[in-house]
């Protein structure tokens, strides 16, 4: 087997040709630390070897660039690295690598996406729960965090009323929209229920004052 071709590619990359077909791209450092040149002899060894290499520095750097656009469950980056690298060794090691970094932590994540899920967009602790795991947050993981978040469903849902809410509550059927609209945000039919009676309560004392 002979290298028969090297040709410059998008950025610093180039392919390789082995024994005139296409064989892989490689980024002009490999191509330099592996001295390739064309008419220079290779094993498959030596091919297999030069892959994993490529594969892995093409890993490291979407990983790098993905955790810096934004914090990702260990799942959640591992699925994405196997969508530019088909190898699930390399993934799971560029994750040991990230979260020894500090750049990976999952429960730091499942704190964040907690917050978010139930102070800025005000999902019941059951749906922010679904919503976690399809973030790559373990079952475990999701329901350990939102146990020890401390928030008032009472309160979260009596704001929610007060600021999208409150007008769909003049008649029967806004109000059926209105207890649909939170069931879907998942929070529990009796904590809605009470939210409600506190509301309406809340609204006569206020037109009596």
């Known amino acids: 087997m002979r290298i028969t071709g090297i040709e410059k590619a998008k950025g610093r990359n180039y392919k390789i040709f082995v024994d005139g077909e ?15 040149k064309e008419g220079l002899p290779v094993t498959e060894e ?22 810096e656009y934004r914090d990702h469950s260990r799942k959640e ?3 994405k690295l196997l969508r ?15 979260e020894e970094y500090g750049f990976l932590d999952d429960e730091r994540y499942a ?6 899920f139930l102070e800025r967009k005000r ?3 059951r749906r922010a729960g679904f919503e976690m795991m399809k973030k790559g947050v373990s079952r ?13 469903p009472q309160e979260q849902l009596v704001s929610l009323l007060e600021r999208k809410y409150a007008r769909y509550l003049g008649d029967e059927k806004g109000r059926r929209k209105v207890v649909n ?10 904590e809605i229920k009470q939210a409600l009676q506190q509301f309406e309560d809340q609204q006569e004392y206020d037109e009596e004052f």
């Open 111 to 116: 704190k964040k996406l907690a917050r978010d």
């Open 46 to 67: 030596q091919l297999e070897e030069i892959r994993y290499e490529a594969d892995y520095r093409k890993a490291r750097e979407r990983a790098l660039y993905l955790l």
């Open 22 to 36: 296409y064989w892989y791209i490689l980024h002009a450092e490999l191509v330099v630390d592996h001295k390739l």
């Open 84 to 98: 530019s690298v088909n190898n699930p060794s390399i993934a799971e090691e560029i994750a040991d690598k990230m």
């Open 77 to 79: 980056l591992i699925d």
């Open 181 to 190: 609209a939170l069931l879907r945000l998942g929070h529990p039919y009796d």
């Open 140 to 152: 475990d993981l999701a329901q350990q965090v939102l146990e020890e978040y401390e928030i008032d």
């Open 123 to 125: 999902l019941g602790k």
